[in-house]
């Protein structure tokens, strides 16, 4: 490379497919990208933003637009790494996604250490550190269908005329939550249950309310991801806290997976969530890995552009 003033960056253009798909496929991950996160090689440029410089592509950043307004930056390739490069890029596919796309979530995960030359780029991109994120999971036995449950709660199953009563709960187990709270404000809780609803397979009969004394007490998700359980989403309404309903929501997560004939269930959980953790690990989840999340913050998603 000679200097950043010769690179333009710009959006992929059809005729760049197959320069693309080689530069891809031979250019390494960035330093500190997550190991284990398979490359995009998806050779359409649609959700690509490049680095050209004397005709020949010399970087790329892949944007994958998600359900809800979310959206995921994976990291820059390079030829040769560079901080400032690679920054310009995840700023670009930034301000491209949430331009073209609407995106207020928009996301970026790197290995757990948080001084790392990837980190430095998304700093420098206008990212911030949301969470440290343990990814957790348990092995599902068919007889733990059979879970018993608190004979004093009531369960109510997701469905369209129950949609908003979900909604609610959701929007009250936010409220002082000690998993990623950076993220209030950032897009509507409608927006988070499309999320929620096409990560995996959506199974309806696996979204539970809890009801206790009737009134809400706590929601949690399960959908079908890649042959396991997952659950996409646990709270439980401030006001319910600290009176076993945590314990009752995983019970019912558990049992909900085996009912589906799955092997195994996992969940992400911000490590600083002491108190889910310790429900998690008390149920019998245990850490696989962990992975830091970046994302912009509302206030500089208008900066972007």
Request: proline share 7%.
């Amino acid at each position: 490379m000679t200097t950043a003033g010769d690179i333009e960056i710009r959006p992929a253009r059809r005729p760049d497919c197959a320069r693309l798909a080689d530069f891809l496929s031979r250019t390494p991950a960035a330093p500190g990208a997550a190991v284990g996160t398979a490359p995009f090689l998806d050779p359409s440029p649609r959700n690509q933003i490049v680095a050209v410089q004397s005709g020949e592509i010399v970087g790329a950043c892949v944007f994958i637009p998600g359900s809800g307004r979310c959206a995921a930056l994976l990291p820059p390739r390079l030829i040769e790494w560079d901080e400032g490069l690679a920054a310009r890029l995840l700023r670009a596919a930034a301000a491209r996604v949430y331009q073209r796309d609407g995106a207020r979530l928009i996301q970026a995960l790197t290995e757990p250490h948080g001084e790392s030359a990837l980190a430095g780029a998304l700093a420098r991109a206008g990212l911030e550190p949301l969470a440290m994120l343990a990814y957790l999971r348990r092995s599902v036995l068919p007889l733990e269908r059979d879970l018993p449950l608190p004979p004093d709660i009531e369960w109510r199953h997701y469905g369209y005329l129950k949609r908003r009563q979900f909604a609610e709960t959701i929007a009250e187990t936010y409220k002082d939550s000690l998993d990623c709270p950076r993220l209030a404000g950032l897009r509507t809780v409608d927006d988070a249950i499309t999320t929620h609803k096409h990560t995996g397979f959506f199974t309806a009969s696996a979204w539970n309310l809890a009801m206790k004394n009737r009134l809400p007490a706590g929601v949690v998700l399960v959908n079908n991801l890649q042959g396991r359980g997952e659950v996409v989403y646990l709270g439980t309404v401030g006001s319910a806290r600290r009176q076993g309903i945590g314990r009752a929501l995983i019970t019912r997560a558990i049992r909900d997976t085996a009912l589906m004939g799955l092997p195994t269930i996992g969940l992400a959980v911000d490590v600083a969530n002491t108190p889910a953790l310790r429900l998690y690990e008390a149920a019998g989840f245990r850490e696989i890995r962990r992975r830091m999340a970046y994302f912009i913050p509302a206030t500089r998603l208008d900066t972007l552009v």
